[in-house]
DNA sequence: GCCAACGTTGGC
DNA sequence: GCCAACGTTGGC
């Protein structure tokens, strides 16, 4: 089993929505990146840290875990979507995506800054300098740590 | 709102 | 294949 964080804004998506919904398509990922780990990586099961970014207090939110095998990512097709990609050939689809289960909202958010301040995190790839990536893998010992600061 | 960092696009 | 221009992300 793998363990994942996620991001999204909580003004387009939050740990509230994902609680009332239960489970959700992760769709509108397009990023080559992204899409290979949730294509080849991820497994029915694998822990995801639920982050919030671009508001007053990024950070740790929430648990989900991973919920489907992977499959295209329907709105690439919709023309109405902001996620349309006309480029995308339905018989060769270019978004991947998985569907994320709600588990659980922490008791409180994990700042962002406060995690900046642990050493044993200094090398999570979410720390990194310039990091935008929307879905990376979290190490067990990093997963572990910060669940502990709850 | 600013801006650094990054990914993607497209001309050559 | 290079690289400048551009758009986006995301913290502050």
């Not at 639920?50 to 207090?57: L, P, Q």
């Not at 875990?65 to 480029?87: M, N």
Request: hydrophobic content about 35%.
């Amino acid at each position: 089993m793998a363990y994942w964080l996620v991001k999204s804004e909580p003004d387009a998506y939050s740990i509230d929505d994902l609680a009332r919904d239960r489970t959700e398509h992760w769709d509108g990922i397009r990023n080559y990146q992204a899409r290979n780990m949730m294509r080849d990586d991820m497994r029915v099961g694998d822990g995801v840290l639920f982050y919030h970014s671009s508001c007053a207090t990024p950070g740790v939110v929430g648990v989900a875990k991973v919920a489907s095998k992977p499959y295209a990512d329907p709105t690439q097709f919709d023309p109405e979507s902001r996620y349309y990609d006309p480029k995308s050939d339905p018989d060769d689809p270019r978004w991947i995506l998985v569907d994320m289960a709600f588990q659980r909202k922490l008791k409180r958010t994990i700042p962002l800054s406060e995690l900046k301040e642990i050493q044993a995190l200094s090398d999570m790839i979410l720390l990194r300098r310039g990091n935008r990536l929307s879905i990376m893998p979290v190490d067990k010992a990093h997963w572990d740590l910060i669940l502990s600061l709850e």
